[in-house]
């Protein structure tokens, strides 16, 4: 179960067609960041290739 103790302020983007988050600030100094989605919980991963990599 991931630290719910680090408090960051993410910002969202817009722009006119949709809203975005930049990775970097979701991940931080992070190379994974587990993400929760109907009570399961996915790691969203940075690989070495700097590609996003999101399992089950």
Do not use: W
């Amino acid at each position: 179960m991931p630290d719910s103790s680090d408090s960051r302020n993410i910002t969202v983007y817009a722009n006119k067609q949709t809203a975005f988050i930049a990775s970097r600030e979701l991940l931080g100094e992070q190379q994974c960041l587990p993400i929760e989605h109907n009570s399961e919980f996915y790691p969203l991963r940075l690989t070495r290739n700097n590609k996003l990599i999101l399992t089950k």
